[in-house]
């Protein structure tokens, strides 16, 4: 008897059995999306602002948040291996606290925070979206950053430049952020605290962009293109406001956020305010009521979930699930893909602007999502209804919607981006604000071209010889790293993109002798643990260049063990040091709550709650069913 395979079963089934639990009635899988702390602080401040009596218990929740997550030292991490604090963390989770009237300027703690925030360059040097918020409440001039006037937005998709060549994540931040700052919009709070104190005297407050005027820069004839059309008339100025109002209030969801995300829900209403709107009118008041249902109570520590997960995390646990053994006609499985198809996206989003002639059929991250579908919940929401479509007419004509409109996303250079197609005019990374080179465009990456790919493969059954795979198969070949890795954008960060490509490669078709493979797997052989498990620091996306864990992670462990399994590795030694850690982990804190997943390089890291029981069962599954089928053909 194999008594190891054994352990790997009895674990298998203990996770399959742990997850069960946690299916809602309506057949979702809840798990928390925990991201910046950044959302708690604008939550805070923005109810202060608006002067909201009603919000008082999640004031009090978020603040004891942000304040048990504050280090002795006096500041903000966005992950626990951070060199050294995070200066615009701890620049908003300060003004937040002192906003909340729960903590003032004499407190030990908050003084150590000032101390150094003003040692690293005080406010001046803060990310341009926190230097925004305090802007619109009044806590810092608004500075001479790079003017886009409110034509911009007028200008036809058919020009060489227009607002569409922006990634959908962008504009829908950058059309509120515009509308407030072209109108120079503060709100008057009389709880607002003062920070003329966080400025440091060495640090220009007004950035010089004398630079764009340089010819030689290839950003220049943006920049002279913004000056230009920044001195139309009057009335289309006039004009751009309007288009911005409109475009926001067509892309509200059902519960008042603005495109599902918190984030751009906070600057849509201060874009409101700018525009004349009250306080109290019932888009304003929807809003909010929309951010407050956004926190999760859940445990020791609330927080405000930027978005919930809730399709994203049900997708995958039902492929999982699958993967694992359970039948199609399980209760499990008919609940979670029922559930999934009531989230079918019916209507023709932005995505339609660089793809006119597709149907809608994808699937968005979140429960509320109507408006923004993406890649990689299509395909993973696919993975999930694959099975289930063979046996229903129903599921079937949904799976085929998805598919098709998955295709029909790949990009001119024949990868997958997130949420648009072609959306990668390369000289929008070169604008000077902060993560340009991550949300301006939307261009193909390895870890979504790498899923699309396995279920192309492993579920679609199309090969190396269809006309997509080729393209997609030959963009990330050329796109492998020189040491045999792949950049991942959405995980943390060569683990995840190398499992996403080796996994995508191997699935239509390529030997895994093929030298790409070889590579890859070499790589991660290499990148191993001495505890056998994989970990990778959050500073590899930021470095871009791998940056090992002093630990590893459950997540990051299993991405790696099932690349390697796709890779024929199995049996390998490596393999199973993997396996035993996953079966054996006796993790710190540390190990179980690092951020695997990405928003924002250098600012937005994500802890998904739900990785730790999907991966290392998927692994194990894989693990599981590899041996078995090695004994068997013995």
């Known amino acids: 008897m194999n008594t190891f395979l054994e352990s790997v079963k009895t674990e298998q089934q203990r996770r399959v059995k742990e997850l069960v639990e946690h299916q809602q009635a309506n057949g979702s899988f809840p798990f928390r999306f925990q991201g910046s ?13 608006l002067d909201i009596q009603t919000e008082e218990e999640n004031i009090r929740l978020l603040t004891k948040t942000l304040r048990a997550t504050q280090h002795r030292e006096g500041y903000w991490k966005a992950y626990s291996d951070e060199p050294n604090g995070h200066l615009s963390a701890t620049i908003i989770a300060y003004t937040a606290l002192l906003y909340s009237g729960h903590y003032s300027k004499n407190d030990n703690q908050m ?9 690293n360059g005080g406010l001046a040097k803060a990310h341009f979206m926190i230097k925004w918020m305090l802007s619109v409440n009044g806590l810092y001039p608004w500075s001479h950053m790079i003017y886009i006037p409110m034509t911009f937005l007028l200008l036809p998709t058919f020009q060489p430049i227009n607002f569409y060549q922006f990634s959908a994540y962008a504009r829908i931040h950058f059309i509120p952020m515009l509308i407030a700052a072209n109108k120079k919009f503060t709100i008057d709070a009389k709880t607002k605290p003062q920070l003329d104190d966080l400025f440091a005297r060495d640090i220009a407050l007004y950035p010089s962009y004398a630079h764009l005027e340089d010819e030689r820069s290839p950003i220049t004839f943006l920049w002279k293109e913004m000056k230009r059309i920044g001195k139309f008339p009057s009335y289309l100025h006039h004009l751009g406001f309007q288009y911005g109002e409109k475009y926001m209030l067509d892309r509200l969801e059902e519960d008042g956020t603005l495109y599902s995300y918190a984030s751009a829900t906070f ?3 201060y874009a409101l305010l700018a525009l004349g709107y009250k306080k109290d009118s019932p888009v304003i008041q929807k809003a909010v009521t929309g951010l407050s249902s956004l926190i999760d109570k859940r445990g020791e520590q609330s927080h405000l979930e930027n978005s919930t997960s809730t399709v994203w995390d049900t997708g995958l646990i039902s492929y999982t699930l699958q993967q694992a053994g359970m039948a199609t006609d399980t209760t499990p499985i008919r609940k979670a893909t029922k559930y999934l198809l009531t989230k079918q996206h019916t209507k023709k989003g932005d995505w339609q602007v660089h793809n006119p002639h597709t149907e809608p059929g994808g699937w968005g991250f979140s429960d509320i999502n109507t408006n923004n579908p993406d890649n990689d919940d299509t395909s993973a929401v696919l993975r999930a209804i694959t099975a289930p479509a063979a046996i229903d007419q129903t599921v079937h004509q949904a799976w085929q919607k998805g598919t098709n409109y998955l295709l029909s996303m790949q990009n001119r250079d024949g990868g997958w981006g997130a949420f648009e197609k072609n959306t990668d005019w390369e000289i929008l990374k070169l604008v000077p604000i902060e993560n340009a080179k991550d949300a301006a465009i939307d261009p193909s990456t390895a870890d979504l071209t790498g899923r699309v ?5 492993n579920f679609a059954h199309l090969d190396y010889t269809h006309p997509h795979i080729k ?10 790293e020189k040491d045999g890795s792949w950049y991942g954008r959405w995980g943390v960060c060569y683990i995840y993109g190398t499992w996403a490509a080796i996994t995508g490669l191997t699935a239509v078709g390529m030997d895994v002798n093929h030298p790409t493979i070889k590579k890859a797997i070499a790589w991660l052989k290499k990148i191993q643990q001495s505890d056998g498990g994989w970990g990778e620091s959050c500073q590899s996306c930021e470095k871009l260049s791998y940056v090992s864990l002093p630990f590893s992670t459950e997540s990051q462990t299993a991405w790696a063990v099932d690349a390697l399994v796709a890779a024929g ?6 393999v199973k040091r993997g396996i035993s850690y996953i079966l054996e982990k006796k993790q710190e804190d540390d190990a179980i709550t690092y951020p695997t997943g990405i928003g ?5 890291y994500i802890y998904y709650h739900s990785y730790n029981k999907i991966f290392p069962l998927l692994a194990l599954s894989h693990y599981k069913n590899y041996i078995t089928n090695k004994e068997t053909n013995l």
């Open 37 to 49: 702390l950044m959302t708690d602080a604008f939550y805070i401040i923005t109810i202060r602002a």
């Open 111 to 119: 003084k150590k925070a000032k101390a150094f925030i003003v040692k």
């Open 267 to 269: 600057f849509m209403i």
């Open 453 to 457: 790919l396995e279920y192309l493969g």
């Open 471 to 480: 393209r997609a198969t030959s963009w990330l070949i050329d796109h492998q």
């Open 569 to 574: 590795e199995g049996a390998s030694k490596e």
């Open 600 to 604: 924002l390089p250098n600012q937005f």
